[in-house]
C-alpha cells in the first residue's frame, strides 16, 4: 500500500493522539486502585485496633470474678493481697500515695499498662487500670461505650460526675463478689478502668 505524505501524517498523528489518550486514561485509573489500597489500608488498621481493643475489654471479664486484674498483675486480689505483695509482683510505686486514702500510682512506660492501687488496712482496696500510651487504640483507647455496651449488655449502673473540669461518665458491671467500673471522658475515650469490692 503506497500513501502519499500527506496521509502517512494524518496516521502518525492520530496514532500519537490515541497512545496519548490511553496514557493518561490509564494514569488517572491507575490512581483510583491505589486510594482504594490506601482507604483499604485505614480500615483494616481500624479494625486491628478494635479487634485488639476487644481483646483487652474481654480479658476483664473472667479475672473481675475473683477480684482480680489480667496481665502483670493477674495474682493480686481485691480485699486480699498486701502491699506487699504488690510490691513483689510489680515493684514499689513511682508514684507512693500521700496519705491513708491515696493511691499509689505505676505510670504507663515502655509498653506497659498503667496502674493504681489504694490500701486498707494494708491489704487492697481499690485496683485501677490505666492502659498502655504506646499503640493505645489497640487497648483501652479503643474501647467505647458503643463496645462495652454490645458485647457486655446494659451495665447494673450508670453515674455521671465532675472530675475537675471533666465530666465522666461511670458504667458499672457486677461480677460476683466485685464490680468493674469503666470511667469514660466521652463515648469514645475511656479513661481508666476500677475493680474494688461490691
Known sequence: MNLKQPAKKAIVTLTMAGVVGLSAFGANHAVLPLQQAEAATAASAEDYAAEYALKTLNSFYKPALKGQFPGSVSGLTIGKSTKQDVYKAIGEPPVPGKDADAFDVYGANMGNPGYSFSYKLNKIREMRYFGTNVERQTNIGG??????????FAPDATTTFKNGKTKQTKLTYHRGEYKLEFIFNSSTDLDHINLLKK
Open 143 to 152: 474501647i467505647t461505650m458503643k463496645m462495652l455496651k454490645k458485647n457486655w
